[in-house]
């Protein structure tokens, strides 16, 4: 199985990917701040459900192929680092926009409220590249079955999500009017954030390819 230590490393890079505004936070906290929290979790549910679409994806044969074939292996890491590093401008660039400013959305079905936040998901770029980009670094063919590595990422990053996320959907307006209030630590967290993710980006660039 995967290693204790790695498995909290990939724990920590799925934890900047949730922290990292996106369209999934973004659309998360404006609809629990515009509709309430009920609207927000169920919101939140359709949002898993998109998880679970790019881990299976994962799961089912991307991850074996990229690491039978090297040099989309190399590919792939490299796409990988350089879009962490597009994560962290987007983060310190001058014209960065909180996802804490809510945007005004109508007041949508029960039905609607799952669909949407699947489909925001589902359609993420953001996610899609982790998981083809970053999620195969975390796997080899020493720890055992490529499949079963694959959904223990894939659930691992699944909870960090939703527990992020469940706080964001709780704590939205209280959140944004804090930072309203606040607004130099908005500076700050980007920032911070930032230098992370440019920090992971330089780190999976010079990581070596595992051996089969």
């Known amino acids: 199985m995967i290693p204790l230590n790695e498995l909290l490393l990939f724990a920590g890079a ?13 659309y998360l906290i404006s609809r629990s701040i515009s509709q309430g929290r009920m609207a927000g979790f169920i919101s939140l549910l359709g949002v898993i459900a998109g998880f679970l679409v790019h881990m299976l994806a994962a799961a089912t044969g991307l991850t074996a192929l990229f690491l039978a074939v090297p040099l989309a292996y190399e590919i792939l890491r490299w ?8 994560l962290a401008w987007q983060a310190v660039r001058p014209s960065a926009r ?30 899609a590249v982790f998981y083809l980009a970053i999620f195969p670094q975390f796997i080899s063919p020493q720890h055992g079955s490529i499949f079963l590595q694959s959904v223990v990422l894939g659930l691992t990053q ?6 992020i996320n ?17 607004p130099r630590w908005l500076s700050v967290q ?5 230098f992370v993710l440019g920090a992971f980006a330089v780190r999976l660039a010079f990581k070596q390819r595992r051996n089969a």
């Open 158 to 163: 699944i909870c960090v999500s939703f527990s």
């Open 79 to 86: 796409a990988g680092a350089l879009y962490l590093l597009w």
């Open 14 to 26: 799925a934890l900047l990917m949730v922290l990292t505004p996106g369209p999934n936070m973004v």
């Open 166 to 182: 469940l706080l964001i959907v709780l704590s939205a307006a209280s959140i944004a009017t804090w930072f309203s209030r606040n």
């Open 190 to 194: 980007r920032y911070f954030m930032g």
């Open 98 to 127: 909180s996802p804490f400013e809510a945007q005004d959305l109508p007041i949508d079905s029960t039905a609607r409220l799952f669909l949407m936040g699947f489909l925001t998901n589902a359609l993420n770029p953001k996610i």
